[in-house]
């Protein structure tokens, strides 16, 4: 009796899809696109609505479920990262409960950092918006009891990053003022490790820790994010060689176009608009 034959899987083109109001979410995928050697990228700014660190907790719920709604069905990716803290703690679930795929979200690595620390004392360095999240106080308490958790908010820390992508290195003395709102708090003396709450600032951290006035630790989520999307995506099949990334941004303007260089690094060759 003749062995019937099987047929290889077909290739699935689905990408993952990235989602940040601006670059930040590079951080994320980065250590995604190392795991995932084969893995489809589309990586999304919401260029027309960044930053989201200074808009309110209810545009952001709004704004946010809207455009993954768009971007689903243009992209139909098989799974989709927030790849921002901000919009994460604030607008997650209204997205999981709207999307009928896989999300995955980016908290603030309070966990990792508190495990690390020596001194008992770590600092959470993000937006505006999400270091007052009740979310990080659940966070703090969860995994980081026995430790004082100081936390500072900075706009301008994702303006720097954004400037450096498009080629403008950071002033060392603004990030040192940036981390003096941490270090200069009661207890900051003895802090020792630092959360990227943030995903803008690991793209930073080099210059971030030259600028402190001591040694310090920076931990943030993009490795455990990547190690998560890998284990959901377990079996699925993959194109033999990953197509050329495209980024998309919901808006494109002088700012958007310095960008490109930098995209390209990250295997984003294609810049447009949704």
């Known amino acids: ?99 009928d795929i896989p999300i ?49 908010g900075s706009a301008e820390l994702v303006a720097l990053a954004e400037a450096s992508l498009g080629g403008v290195a950071p002033d060392p003395g603004r990030l040192a003022a940036v981390l003096d709102g941490l270090l200069g708090q009661e207890g900051g003396e003895r802090l020792d490790v630092v959360v990227n709450a943030c995903t803008h600032f690991p793209l930073l951290e080099a210059e971030l820790a030259a600028a402190a006035p001591r040694a310090l630790t920076f931990v943030d989520g993009g490795a455990g994010i990547a190690r ?4 959901l995506t377990t079996g699925q099949v993959w194109p033999a060689v990953r197509p050329a990334g495209r980024a998309v941004f919901t808006a494109l303007d002088a700012r958007t176009a310095t960008l490109a260089p930098a995209l390209a690094r990250y295997g984003l060759a294609s810049v447009e608009s949704l």
Do not use: W
């Open 1 to 99: 009796m003749p062995i019937p034959e099987t047929t290889a899987p077909a290739s699935d083109a689905r990408p993952i899809l990235f989602f940040d109001s601006g670059m930040g979410g590079l951080s994320v995928l980065a250590p995604t696109a190392r795991l995932l050697p084969q893995a489809p990228l589309v990586y999304v700014a919401d260029s027309a609505g960044f930053p989201y660190g200074t808009r309110s907790e209810a545009e952001i719920a709004a704004r946010v479920p809207a455009l993954l709604g768009r971007l689903a069905e243009r992209f139909a990716p098989r799974l989709i990262v927030i790849a921002c803290n901000t919009a994460s703690t604030i607008a997650l679930q209204h997205v999981r409960a709207a999307l």
């Open 104 to 152: 995955v979200g980016t908290v603030p690595a309070i966990k990792p950092a508190a495990l690390l620390s020596r001194t008992r004392v770590i600092g959470v360095l993000g937006t505006e918006a999400t270091v007052r999240q009740p979310y990080v106080d659940d966070l703090a308490a969860r995994f980081a009891g026995d430790c004082r958790v100081l936390r500072h």
């Open 228 to 231: 998560r999307i890998a284990h």
